[in-house]
């Protein structure tokens, strides 16, 4: 287990509703990313954010949008849901910076956040 | 997009038997690591290679890196039906200033008793 805790576990929402997802990072790490795993794919990078600040964006839309807390907790924000926003979000915390060499590039994971629009 | 692929899709082997799973990616990259996922919950970290490494062990896994083949493989010995769990290489990009991974479709494991 990594000491990385999402919430809620399980979420059911409406098309159109707006829903923010919550993760609070490791001890001792101070970047956050987010992924979004559709059933039976890989992670797809959301995005990442850094001394609060977004730090890198993958394919995702202006509606999912994120915020990082001077404690380095993290919050996903996804305004619009549609249909297809259907699924496991993980968020995963690193050390960027910090760690000596390739650690910084290690990323532990929550347990995820199983999101439902119906 | 994915970056990498993992093949096979599935694997089915006995206790006992080792595992060999492979991935291979599109770009250059800094490093490339495994983890593993239990039924649709949180990933975890396995090993973690560099580029200029050609072969890692811990413990009972060993990964080996080819760059000019852009591949690698993931060996389990002497699997354990605990093993039984998806498998997903992850490779961040040379020159990338984020960390951002990026993730293949996976391989799930299962390891019969």
């Known amino acids: 287990e990594t000491g990385v805790t999402q919430s809620p576990t399980h979420l059911i929402k409406t098309r159109g509703q707006q829903v923010t997802l919550r993760c609070s990072s490791q001890s001792g790490h101070n970047t956050v990313s987010w992924y979004q795993q559709a059933l039976g794919q890989g992670p797809q990078f959301i995005f990442q954010?850094?001394?609060?600040?977004?730090?890198g964006r993958g394919n995702f839309p202006p509606r999912f949008s994120g915020l990082q807390f001077p404690n380095y907790s993290s919050e996903l924000n996804v305004n619009a849901l549609e249909l297809d926003d259907s699924a496991l979000y993980l968020c995963a915390s690193s050390a960027k910076g910090l760690a000596g060499g390739p650690k910084g590039y290690e990323q532990y994971f929550g347990p995820g956040t199983r999101l439902t629009v119906t | 997009s994915q970056q990498g692929e993992e093949d096979p899709q599935a694997l089915s082997i006995q206790e006992g038997e080792n595992a060999t799973m492979n991935c291979s990616y599109k770009t250059s990259i800094n490093n490339l690591q495994w983890y593993r996922q239990n039924s649709g919950r949180g990933l975890v970290h396995l090993i973690l290679i560099r580029s200029n490494e050609r072969e890692k062990h811990s413990g009972r896994l060993r990964v080996t890196l080819d760059t000019s083949k852009k591949s690698s493989s993931l060996l389990i010995t002497a699997s354990r039906a605990a093993d039984t769990a998806s498998y997903f290489c992850a490779t961040d990009a040379r020159g990338g200033s984020n960390y951002k991974l990026t993730f293949g479709k996976g391989t799930l494991l299962t390891v019969n008793p």
């Open positions: 954010y850094y001394r609060e600040e977004e730090n």
